[in-house]
Nanobody, 126 residues
Framework: QVQLVESGGGLVQAGGSMRLSCAAS????????MGWFRQAPGKEREFVAS????????YYVDSVKGRFTISRDNAKNTVYLQMNGLKPEDTAVYYC???????????????????WGKGTLVTVPS
């Protein structure tokens, strides 16, 4: 069992930056692919970014490419989401997730996330 705890959310002005962290419990963190998802008010949860177990493979949703960076520190059992150039449409609850697969390809039904955090709210006022 893996427990995920997100931190770093809050209020940030448009154009600003914020880094989210996700601390994972368990000794097998380094073998899991990790991801960030978000759910805006009144919308379905959507994929934001994912990273493979080694950190060498990453995926992003088009709307955040060039602005967000996902990274991980396996020694600290932590995955990060660096968010730059934030926009009001980035306002959402951000969820950390872990997959027992070493890779996670979004929108591919062969891949799934197995563990989820409770989320952290990011608000970017317009």
């Amino acid at each position: 069992q893996v427990q995920l705890v997100e931190s770093g959310g809050g209020l940030v002005q448009a154009g600003g930056s914020m880094r989210l962290s996700c601390a994972a419990s368990g000794r097998t963190f380094s073998s899991y692919a990790m991801g960030w998802f978000r759910q805006a008010p009144g919308k379905e949860r959507e994929f934001v970014a994912s990273i493979s177990w080694s950190g060498t493979s990453t995926y992003y949703v088009d709307s955040v490419k060039g602005r967000f960076t996902i990274s991980r520190d396996n020694a600290k059992n932590t995955v990060y989401l660096q968010m730059n150039g934030l926009k009001p449409e980035d306002t959402a609850v951000y969820y950390c997730a872990a997959s027992r697969s070493v890779y996670y390809r979004p929108y591919d039904p062969r891949y799934d996330m197995d563990y989820w955090g409770k989320g952290t709210l990011v608000t970017v006022p317009s």
